[in-house]
C-alpha cells in the first residue's frame, strides 16, 4: 500500500531531540547517521508508512518538519 | 500531495538558538501560528522578557519592544493605552514574570489592561545557568538548591496563576503545558481564547504554560517531556482559572 502521507525534515535546523521519533505511531522516522552542519545527528523519514497525522511537526520545537497529505 | 503543515509566515526563517527540546520554540510557533490565522501581524506588538526568549524578536515578524527585566506588563500597558487598536502581549519567563516582576504584573492584572501575558514556566532560571526559582518545586534540585528546595529554608513554589486569578481585572486565567501533542494543541486553544478576549476588550488574560528545559533540569528532551508531566503537572495542574466569557453566558 502506497504511502498516504509524507514528511519533509530540514535537516539543518534539527537538533536531534528525538521527540519527533517518540510521539511517531507509525515509527516513520530515524536519527540519520550523518551529521548536520552543526553536529548534531539530525532525524530523517523513513517512507512507507507515514500518514501524514502532523503529530511529529506538532512537537517538533525547531519547526523543522513539513508534512503533507493526500 | 497537498501540505498540511508548515512554517507560519510571521516566524522567519531564522534557526531557534534554544537548546535541543526546549520547549520556547512551540511556543513561539503556537504564537506565529494564531498572529497569522487571527491576522494580527499588522497590529501585534511583543514584550519579549529578559531570560532565553530575550531573542525573540529574531524570530517573530512582528513589532516587538523589549522590556527591563521583569517590566513587561508596564511596557505592555503604555503601549495599550497609547495605542488602543494593537494588539499586546508580553511573553514571559518564570523569572521574569515571578521574581522580579510580581509588582507589576499583579497591578498590570489588577488594573485590568487589555493586555495578555504568556507566562513560561520552567522551574528554574534558565539563561543564567539553572538557579532555583520561585516556581522551583519542592525537591527540585538546581544549582542553588544542590539538595533539592526545602520549604524551611527557601519556601514554597509561588502559584502566581493562581493568584491573578483572584484579582477582579483577570478576564482569562488558564494553566496548560507542551508535554504532548494534544496538550500542545490545548494550549493554542487557550491563547486563541486570552487573545480574543483581549480584542474583546474585557480584561487582562494570562496563560501560563508549562514547559521542560532539559539543559537546567540536566535530562535528555526525551526525559525531560516525561519528568514535565509525571512531576511538574502534578505540581501546577492544568486548568482553567478564570474565563469571564463562561460565566456570562450562564448569567
Redesign the interface.
Known amino acids: 500500500m502506497a504511502a498516504k502521507g509524507k514528511i519533509t525534515i530540514d535537516q539543518g535546523l534539527c537538533k536531534s531531540c528525538e521527540l519527533c521519533i517518540t510521539v511517531c505511531p507509525e515509527k516513520a522516522i530515524r536519527i540519520a547517521e550523518t551529521f548536520n552542519h552543526r553536529g548534531y545527528h539530525p532525524a530523517e523519514f523513513v517512507l512507507e508508512t507515514c500518514r501524514g497525522c502532523s503529530l511529529c511537526a506538532t512537537m517538533c520545537p525547531e519547526v523543522a518538519i513539513e508534512v503533507y497529505r493526500g | ?8 509566515k510571521c ?1 522567519k526563517p531564522a ?2 538558538h ?9 511556543i513561539h ?1 503556537l504564537v506565529a501560528e494564531l498572529i497569522d490565522e487571527m491576522g494580527l501581524q499588522g497590529k501585534a506588538i511583543c514584550i519579549p522578557p529578559a531570560g532565553c526568549a530575550v531573542l525573540a524578536y529574531n524570530y517573530f515578524d512582528i513589532d516587538v519592544c523589549e522590556s527591563a527585566h521583569g517590566r513587561g506588563c508596564a511596557i505592555a500597558t503604555g503601549f495599550k493605552r497609547a495605542l488602543p487598536d494593537r494588539f499586546v502581549f508580553t511573553y514571559q519567563g518564570d523569572g521574569d514574570m515571578a521574581a522580579i516582576g510580581t509588582a507589576e504584573t499583579i497591578h498590570a492584572a489588577n488594573r485590568g489592561e487589555l493586555i495578555t501575558s504568556i507566562f513560561v514556566n520552567n522551574a528554574v532560571y534558565g539563561m543564567t545557568g539553572g538557579q532555583m526559582a520561585p516556581t522551583t518545586m519542592l525537591g527540585q534540585k538546581t544549582t542553588t538548591s544542590p539538595f533539592g528546595r526545602r520549604s524551611k529554608v527557601e519556601g514554597y513554589p509561588l502559584k502566581i496563576t493562581d493568584l491573578i486569578a483572584q484579582l477582579d481585572g483577570a478576564a482569562y486565567v488558564a494553566r496548560t503545558s507542551v508535554g ?2 494534544a496538550k ?2 490545548a494550549t493554542k486553544k487557550a491563547l486563541k481564547k486570552a487573545f480574543e478576549v483581549q480584542l474583546e476588550g474585557l480584561g487582562y488574560t494570562l496563560v501560563e504554560v508549562l514547559s521542560p528545559c ?1 539543559t537546567n533540569w540536566k535530562m ?3 526525559d525531560a ?1 516525561k519528568y514535565l508531566q509525571e512531576r511538574m503537572e502534578k505540581e501546577y495542574p492544568l486548568q482553567v482559572f478564570k474565563d469571564i466569557t463562561a460565566q456570562k453566558k450562564e448569567d
Open positions: 500531495m497537498k501540505k498540511v503543515f508548515s512554517r507560519p516566524l534557526p531557534f534554544y537548546c535541543p527540546g526546549c520547549g520556547h520554540s512551540i510557533r504532548t501533542p500542545i494543541l532539559p535528555t528532551p526525551v517531556f
